[in-house]
């Protein structure tokens, strides 16, 4: 089991560029999340989905997409890139269908994204 | 609204020495309660978590926490401190109410250990 898998780990991207992270669950999970981790702040929630074909915003979502592709990926698009959005990005999974709840989250080791 | 407020963005301790971060929460129904660590350059991973029964919560690696509902608390500790639990930790709170959950996470503490 691989767990939590994020592409790319690391990536700079200029002011108004676009791009997507990547991430997919090998453990079944019906949960999936987007964080970002900023100094000082911990971690704020930008997407999840609570089960395929389902998305819902977080606390940070301006500036983000997602896309739940099937039960195992989560995509996460910068549609236009912003100096304000340079921070590392975290995807984890859950296994309940309603959210976090009791459920453990597991995470990927994340994306660490520049944006100049 | 729930939140989770961790005193002290930095903990040294003496290797040996007893472990306590501070984890305070604020939620307006029975909260689950969570303790993340994250180990440089990687992910978060659950060290342990309460949610109803026992108040004192054991985890990995030698670590525990008590919940006090009068104190509306969640601290970690652990009684002897070794080199390998320099990380940074994350207190979380999760409401139990269903539907739209989320876990709101504390600012974090990084705690360094001293040889």
């Known amino acids: 089991n691989a767990g939590v898998t994020q592409t790319p780990k690391f990536q700079v991207l200029k002011t108004g560029q676009s791009m997507t992270l990547q991430c997919a669950q090998d453990?079944?999970?019906?949960?999936m999340y987007w964080y970002r981790q900023d100094p000082g702040m911990g971690l704020r929630l930008i997407y999840y989905?609570?089960?395929?074909?389902?998305?819902d915003k977080g606390e940070v979502p301006n500036g983000y997409n997602v896309s739940r592709l099937n039960k195992r990926e989560f995509s996460l698009r910068l549609e236009s890139a912003a100096p304000s959005q340079t921070s590392v990005y975290f995807c984890?999974?859950?296994?309940?269908?309603?959210?976090?709840?009791?459920?453990?989250?597991?995470f990927g080791p994340g994306t660490r994204l520049t944006v100049l | 609204a729930q939140s989770v407020t961790q005193l002290g963005s930095h903990v040294s301790v003496s290797e040996g020495a007893l472990v306590l971060l501070r984890c305070n929460y604020s939620?307006?129904?029975?909260?689950?309660l969570f303790w993340y660590v994250q180990y440089p350059n990687q992910g978060l991973q659950l060290l342990l978590k309460?949610?109803?029964?026992?108040?004192l919560v054991k985890g990995i690696n030698g670590f525990e926490a008590e919940f006090k509902k009068s104190e509306t608390s969640f601290h970690l500790t652990k009684p002897s401190a070794h080199m390998s639990d320099a990380a940074e930790y994350f207190c979380?709170?999760?409401?139990?109410?269903?539907?739209?959950?989320?876990?709101?996470f504390g600012t974090g503490t990084r705690l360094t250990i001293i040889p």
């Open positions: 979380a709170v999760s409401q139990t109410n269903f539907g739209n959950e989320k876990l709101t």
């Open positions: 984890a999974s859950s296994e309940g269908t309603s959210g976090p709840s009791t459920d453990t989250q597991y």
């Open positions: 453990m079944n999970h019906n949960s």
């Open positions: 309460y949610t109803t029964g026992a108040t």
């Open positions: 939620s307006s129904v029975p909260p689950y």
């Open positions: 989905s609570a089960s395929e074909g389902t998305t």
